[in-house]
Nanobody, 122 residues
Framework: QVQLVESGGGFVQAGGSLRLSCAAS????????MGWFRQAPGKEREFVAT??????AYADSVKGRFTISRDNAKNTVALQMNSLKPEDTAVYYC?????????????????WGQGTQVTVSS
């Protein structure tokens, strides 16, 4: 079992930056595919970014603004978010799966954190 805990959410003005962190416990996530998803009120959970080994994929809406990274020694994965827009407002979730690949669908992940709120004001 893997437990995931997100942190780093908050309130920021448009154009600002935030760095989300996801701390894993229970097992080493070094061989896991890690992903970030988000869910805005009244909307379905949507893919943001994923990383497996050196392979990375981003949603078109965040490409060039967000960066996913991982620190296997610390058992963490981060999401650096720059040039934030009001439409980035959502609860952000960290997810993990042992299956290798850059998965974009929520059902392909086995473990989830509780989420952290990101609010971007205009």
């Amino acid at each position: 079992q893997v437990q995931l805990v997100e942190s780093g959410g908050g309130f920021v003005q448009a154009g600002g930056s935030l760095r989300l962190s996801c701390a894993a416990s229970g097992r080493s996530i070094s061989i896991y595919t890690m992903g970030w998803f988000r869910q805005a009120p009244g909307k379905e959970r949507e893919f943001v970014a994923t990383r497996w080994s050196g392979a990375i994929a981003y949603a078109d809406s965040v490409k060039g603004r967000f960066t996913i990274s991982r620190d296997n020694a610390k058992n963490t994965v981060a999401l650096q978010m720059n040039s934030l827009k009001p439409e980035d407002t959502a609860v952000y979730y960290c997810a993990a799966t042992r299956r290798p690949g850059t998965f974009r669908l929520a059902h392909e992940y086995d473990y989830w954190g509780q989420g952290t709120q990101v609010t971007v004001s205009s």
